[in-house]
Structure formats: structure tokens, C-alpha cells
């Protein structure tokens, strides 16, 4: 896979997304060793996800290596913010994080991508579809 196509993996999966209402690439990046995808995204229920990818081409494959995922309701509060930045190195899964809401302790988290996100927000919208 070259980092082009990974980028355009990303921009289908929200193209495709039962959660993504319109979004808009802000910033994109691309040679053959990385890349960088920026992404504003309004979901169906008005909330924003806003999308920093950074990725590397290693041997023949592409590896996300730096991640910022920030959901935050209409109102602008902060629903969840996945990312990877090297500021938490006491949490046991270093240096995949997530903060979640007004808390300002960040927490454990397995590493993510877009993906992962998207299939999060599909999941917790399902629920509130059916609450």
C-alpha cells in the first residue's frame, strides 16, 4: 500500500461513514515515504470530529504514526480526544491515550485509527438511536 492510497482509504471511509453528515480535507500531504491527512467532519447528530493523521511508509506497508481524533459535542464540550502525543508516559499503553469530557486526567487507551473512531461513534449513535 503507498501513502496515497492509504490517505484515500481514509477519505472513503468517511465518505461511506453512516455517522459523517459532511466534511471537508483542511489540510492534505502526501510524498512516497509519509503523509498527512487534516479532516473537519459534522456528524449526523451536529457533534464535530476533527482528524490529524500523520503516517509512514515502511517497507510495504503504512503505519500510522502520529494520531489526533478530538469529538466534541455541538455545544463545543469535549466528548473524547484519542491521540498518541508523548505527554503521558506514566499510563501503561504510552503513548496511545484518550482524554474523555471535561476530565482532565487523560486515560489508558489501545492505539487507534480512523476506523476504530468511526466504528466508536457508529456504535455509541446506534444507541442513542434506539434510546
Not at 459532511?22 to 451536529?46: M, P
Not at 508523548?86 to 476530565?103: I, Q, R, S, Y
Amino acid at each position: 500500500m503507498t501513502i496515497h492510497d492509504y490517505l484515500e482509504e481514509c477519505i472513503l471511509l468517511l465518505t461511506v461513514s453512516s455517522v459523517v453528515e459532511r466534511f471537508q480535507v483542511t489540510k492534505k500531504r502526501e510524498v512516497e515515504t509519509d503523509g498527512y491527512l487534516r479532516v473537519r467532519a459534522i456528524l449526523v447528530d451536529e457533534s464535530l470530529l476533527e482528524v490529524s493523521m500523520y503516517c509512514q511508509h515502511v517497507e510495504d506497508t503504512v503505519q500510522l504514526a502520529g494520531y489526533r481524533f478530538h469529538w466534541q459535542g455541538k455545544e463545543g464540550i469535549l466528548i473524547k480526544r484519542w491521540d498518541n502525543a508523548k505527554h503521558h508516559p506514566e499510563l501503561a499503553t504510552f503513548p496511545n491515550h484518550v482524554h474523555v469530557g471535561d476530565d482532565r486526567e487523560a486515560k489508558e487507551s489501545a492505539a487507534i485509527d480512523l476506523r476504530g473512531v468511526l466504528e466508536v461513534l457508529e456504535s455509541k449513535m446506534a444507541v442513542q438511536k434506539n434510546d
